[in-house]
């Protein structure tokens, strides 16, 4: 198991993580539960029918890994299409960021809920719902995304990541964006089967 996500009864999955990757996982999921931010949440106390026709920004965010994130509905190829962006984003954005915080706090949570446990030769090993290891895949799909393009990843050339010296200072980010890879493929892999 170790490495691997494997299938539990229930369409669950499981697999055994060591100290150090609990804690690479556990900290990247709350890195990008800031990058996300609160965004603009209505109050506590406000109507919850009110609540269902607050807006949400209308410009796509600055930071190019958000704008990976929240990308726009359509492309900007004339300008009514980018009203129809900015419309689509304005209904759909809060929606979106709270769902991503959500699924990174499914991440920290059972990550957390293996503090307690022994994380001997194996590691400790994680046993996920099936609700949790879809949350788990968004995250894992959120990290890659954001870490990708923190490192101007483009297709053509990921064959050359993994020929990156070990004294280029984009290795560690690197290693952390093939392993997440190598996750969410195992993930995938175990909930498809």
Do not use: C, H
Not at 55 to 83: H, I, K, Q, T
Not at 89 to 97: A, G, H, I, K, P
Not at 112 to 131: F, Y
Request: aromatic share 6%; charged share 30%; proline share 6%.
């Amino acid at each position: 198991m170790a490495g691997r996500f494997e299938n539990l009864p229930g369409g669950g999955a499981a697999i055994a993580l060591d100290e150090v990757e609990v804690s690479i996982l556990r900290s990247l999921a709350v890195q990008l539960m800031e990058l996300i931010g609160p965004g603009d949440e209505p109050a506590v106390d406000a109507d919850p029918l009110a609540a269902l026709f607050v807006e949400g920004p209308s410009e796509p965010p600055s930071d190019p890994a958000l704008r990976r994130l929240f990308p726009d509905a359509y492309g900007d190829e004339s300008e009514d299409l980018r009203a129809s962006a900015a419309d689509f984003r304005r209904y759909t954005e809060n929606d979106l960021r709270a769902r991503k915080r959500e699924d990174a706090l499914v991440v920290v949570r059972a990550l957390d809920s293996l503090s307690g446990e022994s994380a001997g030769e194996g590691g400790a090993v994680l046993k996920l719902t099936a609700d949790e290891s879809r949350a788990w895949l968004g995250t894992l799909n959120d990290l890659r995304l954001t870490i990708g393009t923190r490192l101007e990843v483009k297709d053509e050339e990921s064959e050359q990541l993994y020929r990156l010296p070990d004294s280029d200072p984009r290795k560690p980010m690197v290693m952390a964006y093939l392993w997440l890879g190598a996750l969410q493929e195992s993930l995938v892999e175990t909930l498809m089967s």
